[in-house]
C-alpha cells in the first residue's frame, strides 16, 4: 500500500498541490479537512452547539459522509458549497480539537486509504497520526502573509485583513490544542512553497518520491 501524508497549515497550498500529485502518481486523493468540516456541517444542520462534545462526538460517528473528488456528501445531501462557508469555518477548530470526533475520523480515513490501496492524505496529522509509516511525508509551509493573500484570493467577499485575521486565529488554536496538533513529523520533508508555483512544488514532490522507489 502506497500512502503520501500531506501536511500544513491553512493556505499553504495543500489541497491544490495534493489534488495535483495523486494525479501524477495515480493514487487517490483524501481531503481531510473536509471531513472535519463536514462534521461541522452536520452538528449546525442539525441544530446542535459544535462546542456541545457529546453531540459533536455522536454526530461524527452516526453521520453517513462521502468526500470524492468533486463533492462532498453528507447524509445523502451535496454538502460541497456550505463546509466551505463561514458558519462551518468558524467552528471547525473545535471540532477539531474534540478528541473523540479525530478518533472517528481517524479510523475512517485509515479504512478509506486501506480500501483503495494506498493514497494521497492531506491534513494537518496525516504524517504524525494517521499514517505515521507513510512511504512519503510532505510539510507544506508559506509564508503567513502568502497564506493570507492565496486565501483571500479564494474566497472573493472577505478582504485580507479578515482572512489574515482568521488565518492566525485557526493557525494558533490548531498547533495549541491538545488533541493531535499541527505539527511536522519528525521525518517528514519541508518544503517552503513562498513564492514557488504549483507546478514547481509538484515536481519537488515527484521527485522526493522518486528518491525513495
Ligand atoms: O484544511 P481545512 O482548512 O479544510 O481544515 C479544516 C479544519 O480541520 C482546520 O481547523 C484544521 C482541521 N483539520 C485537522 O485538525 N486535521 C486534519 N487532518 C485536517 C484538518
Excluded at 468540516?37 to 452547539?49: F, H, I, K, S, T
Excluded at 508559506?142 to 472573493?156: G, I, L, Q, Y
Aim: avoid cysteine; hydrophobic fraction near 40%; charge should be negative.
Amino acid at each position: 500500500m502506497r500512502v503520501i501524508a500531506i501536511d500544513g497549515p491553512a493556505g499553504s497550498g495543500k489541497s491544490t498541490v495534493a489534488k495535483a500529485v495523486a494525479e501524477r502518481v495515480e493514487l487517490p486523493y483524501l481531503d481531510t479537512g473536509a471531513m472535519y468540516r463536514a462534521v461541522a456541517y452536520a452538528v449546525l444542520r442539525a441544530g446542535g452547539d459544535p462546542a456541545d462534545e457529546e453531540f459533536t462526538a455522536n454526530t461524527a460517528r452516526s453521520m453517513e459522509l462521502d468526500v470524492g473528488l468533486e463533492r462532498v456528501m453528507v447524509n445523502g445531501s451535496d454538502a460541497t458549497v456550505e463546509i466551505r462557508g463561514p458558519e462551518v469555518t468558524r467552528s471547525v477548530s473545535l471540532v477539531a480539537a474534540n478528541p473523540a470526533v479525530r478518533v472517528e475520523l481517524v479510523s475512517r480515513q485509515r479504512e478509506w486509504t486501506e480500501r483503495r490501496g494506498g493514497g494521497v492524505l492531506e491534513g494537518r496529522d496525516i504524517g504524525t497520526v494517521v499514517f505515521p509509516n507513510a512511504d512519503l511525508k510532505v510539510y507544506l509551509t508559506a509564508d503567513p502573509e502568502e497564506r493570507a493573500r492565496r486565501r483571500a484570493k479564494e474566497v472573493a467577499d472577505l478582504d485580507y485583513e479578515t482572512v489574515a485575521a482568521d488565518l492566525a486565529r485557526r493557525d494558533t488554536f490548531d498547533s495549541t490544542r491538545a488533541a493531535d496538533p499541527l505539527a511536522e513529523a519528525a521525518d517528514a520533508v519541508l518544503v517552503d512553497t513562498t513564492g514557488l508555483s504549483i507546478p514547481e512544488v509538484v515536481t519537488r514532490i515527484a521527485q522526493l518520491l522518486e528518491e525513495r522507489s
